[in-house]
């Protein structure tokens, strides 16, 4: 499996482009240039996965969809990720309108371009927030980051329900960390020196 990472412009989050032949899976499209980056690359993204609905992970979806790409989401962070509360307003930014084409739950398995992405709630930066788990490594969106957590101050954040995702996190093992801001880490090193220690 190859991991690509398309870095952040501005306010956009890391967009990671993950395949195994010539057919991708965008986890967090934030920009619209992600479409040329894996042009570039000779993939063709055929499904975006949405860790959470804010802006910065958002942008490049119309674009995507526009090219055929089909976008999901977890279901309840559906109507974030479509309306006018995705924090683009607080910063300047405004997301073209894009589809929701598949939505999906906690603990489903979704597979894609003949990988599997196992599905983790993670509430708590937003009610809507999830992980993607797939051969030994993990998306975190906004939820865990390289010594640090995605806020909980923002509408639809919860400190509480944080605390509990960061506990189901602790539970797991051997993971390389792709987190939607700053460097990759590893699970065992957050519970060495991060967020995970406690």
């Known amino acids: 499996m190859q991991i690509l990472t ?17 057919e991708a899976v965008a986890i967090d499209p934030a920009t619209p240039e992600v479409l040329e980056e894996a ?7 055929r499904y975006a996965l949405l860790t959470h609905g804010h802006f910065d992970h958002i942008g490049g979806c119309a674009r995507l969809a ?21 924090m ?9 309108p894009f589809p929701i084409h598949f939505t999906f739950e906690d603990g489903d398995v979704i597979p894609l371009c003949g990988m599997r992405f196992a599905v983790m709630a993670t509430p708590g930066h937003t009610a809507g927030s999830c ?3 797939t051969e030994g490594e993990i998306f975190t969106g906004d939820t865990l980051f390289r ?34 801001h700053g460097m990759p880490t590893t699970l065992d090193e957050e519970k060495m020196y991060g967020y995970l220690r406690h």
């Not at 042009?39 to 993204?45: C, M, P, S, T």
């Not at 790409?69 to 990720?81: D, F, M, N, S, V």
Request: glycine share 10%; with cysteine.
């Open 88 to 96: 683009g307003a607080e910063f300047g930014r405004i997301v073209p």
């Open 66 to 86: 526009a090219a055929g790409t089909k976008i999901g989401c977890l279901a309840k962070e559906r109507a974030l990720a479509l309306g006018n509360d995705n």
């Open 131 to 133: 992980c993607f788990l």
């Open 147 to 180: 010594r640090d957590i995605g806020r909980c101050d923002l509408p639809t954040g919860s400190e509480s329900d944080m605390k509990k995702s960061l506990s189901r996190l602790k539970k797991l093992e051997n993971l390389t960390v792709y987190p939607g």
């Open 6 to 22: 398309v870095h952040p412009k501005i306010f956009a989050a890391n967009c990671y482009l993950v395949s195994l032949g010539e």
């Open 39 to 45: 042009q570039k690359r000779g993939l063709v993204i």
